[in-house]
């Protein structure tokens, strides 16, 4: 499209048809007083067709007027005659005035927070905290003194460090940094003996501070002490003084095979939920945090049942979730039923259980070599047996007194 | 009309006494570039027109731009360009 084409289509133009003795004279008025045109054509002796430019048209019916010729539109083209026929469609128009107000006004209330830089602290205690000092979904973002709450929120949020709060149009950016806790402090001044925590057999042993009270490969039992909160303190060569004993913090590290036993049981029935069918539903819609109920639930008669909630939040195509939400809760009512369960299923989740409990006992220092499961039904119980071999961290400090 | 035609008379004779350009004194001016534009400055307007034969008015003189497909493409109270395939160009 040529340069001038488009220049015309945003301008406009009016293809106009004047009939008359001599259509010449208008043609020769148009050009005296300036007004633009082309595309002149002259189909007979009494007519011409010209367009003429949009801003020109008025005025040319008094021209043709004047040398008695009749002047018709054909056709309007161009941005001008486009947009005027939407003068009288007024739908339209209070739609276009309602949404360019919309723009202008929503943007301006917060719709979207997001938290970042928090990994130990949940999003929501932070959004629960900014919600109590008055950032919330909804609220006129130019209101609120954001240095003043993120400052307050880092008072009660004992576990962050430092918070800015960013607001760029409908989104509040929340950024968070976690304190770094304090490393712990061992408080050499409390002496004691570090003892056997469980029964095993001693496969290392590093005293650094005491001295050893076993040697490696000795067999243990639970308190037997590891190493001593004592330092012997010979006196000098030919001296008649006594040995002396100087109490320390024992500390080192003592390592060894042990084996635990671990056991779980659990019923070979379970209660089942038998739906009886039996539905009530209520619709709710959480506007801006504000909620509201389409009907109440208040004639539940069902003793037993379950309350199903189905979401859908008004997102915007980049994911982002609005602060606009249709809610539908489900009450589905049911009898309670003895259920026969799986065992193999059954003793499965024991054995997955087990070795759960076991890893969580044997914590950082410990870690498991080989096990083994054995499980028996005796009176509708299966009980399930976890035997492993470990290497851990067998010692255990006891304060002297103790 | 007459005295038009008189004053017309006068500004072509004092052009060439005083040797100044005809159209600075208002004389009509015809320009052809190639076969396909005739550009036509000081006119008086058109008096005829047709894809085959455009006459304008030049005040003393009456252009008669003969050709085919002709057409008047843009015209000012100055100035008028005739595009198309120009054949001749006459003067009465």
């Known amino acids: ?402 | 009309m007459e005295h038009r035609r008189k004053k017309e008379g006068l500004l072509e004779r004092t052009a060439q006494v005083f040797d100044i350009p005809g159209e600075a004194a208002g004389l009509p001016r015809v320009e052809l570039t190639g076969r396909h534009e005739a550009r036509m400055s000081n006119h008086r307007g058109i008096l005829a027109y047709g894809p085959e034969e455009i006459i304008v008015s030049g005040g003393k003189l009456i252009v008669k731009v003969k050709g085919e497909g002709l057409e008047l493409r843009a015209m000012t109270a100055e100035e008028l360009l005739i595009t198309g395939t120009v054949l001749s160009v006459e003067l009465e």
């Open chain 1, 1 to 402: 499209m040529a340069a001038s084409q488009i220049v015309n289509l945003l301008r406009g133009s009016v293809r106009l048809e004047v009939t008359g003795a001599f259509p010449e004279r208008f043609l020769n008025l148009c050009a005296q007083r300036g007004a633009s045109f082309w595309a002149v054509e002259w189909p007979d002796s009494h007519t011409l067709r010209l367009t003429v430019a949009w801003k020109d048209r008025k005025g040319l019916d008094d021209l043709g007027a004047r040398t008695g010729c009749t002047v018709t539109e054909v056709r309007k083209t161009g941005m001008p005659p486009f947009l005027l026929r939407f003068r009288k469609r007024y739908s339209f128009l209070t739609g276009l005035a309602l949404a360019i107000l919309a723009v202008c006004i929503l943007n301006r209330f917060v719709l979207v927070i997001d938290v970042e830089g928090n990994d130990q602290v949940p999003t929501q205690a932070i959004l629960t905290e900014l919600r109590r000092q008055g950032l919330r979904p909804g609220v006129y973002g130019p209101s609120l003194a954001v240095k003043d709450i993120s400052n307050e929120a880092l008072l009660r949020l004992e576990d962050l460090s430092w918070m800015a709060v960013n607001l760029r149009g409908i989104r509040a950016q929340v950024v968070v940094r976690e304190r770094i806790g304090k490393p712990e402090i061992v408080d050499e001044t409390v002496t004691g003996n570090i003892v056997a925590e469980a029964p095993g057999i001693v496969t290392h042993l590093e005293a650094w501070s005491g001295d050893a009270a076993v040697a490696e490969g000795s067999t243990v039992l639970p308190g037997d002490v590891l190493i001593w909160g004592s330092i012997r303190m010979d006196p000098p060569q030919w001296s008649e003084n006594p040995v002396e004993w100087m109490p320390v913090r024992a500390m080192g590290r003592v390592e060894g095979r042990t084996w635990r036993t671990l056991t779980a049981a659990i019923p070979l029935t379970a209660w089942g939920k038998n739906y009886t069918g039996e539905e009530k539903s209520s619709w709710a819609v959480t506007i801006l945090g504000q909620r509201r109920v389409f009907s109440q639930n208040s004639g539940i008669a069902m003793e037993k049942y379950d309350k199903i909630s189905n979401t859908w939040n008004l997102t915007l195509p980049g994911g982002t979730v609005l602060p606009f939400s249709l809610r539908r809760e489900t009450c589905r009512g049911y009898e309670t039923t003895d259920l026969p369960i799986d065992p193999a299923a059954a003793q499965t989740m024991l054995e997955e259980r087990l070795l759960a409990k076991l890893e969580e006992l044997l914590g950082d220092t410990g870690r498991e070599v080989s096990h083994s499961f054995s499980a028996q039904v005796a009176d509708g119980l299966l009980t399930v047996t976890l035997s492993a071999e470990c290497r851990e961290e067998l010692g255990r400090f006891i304060p002297a007194g103790e």
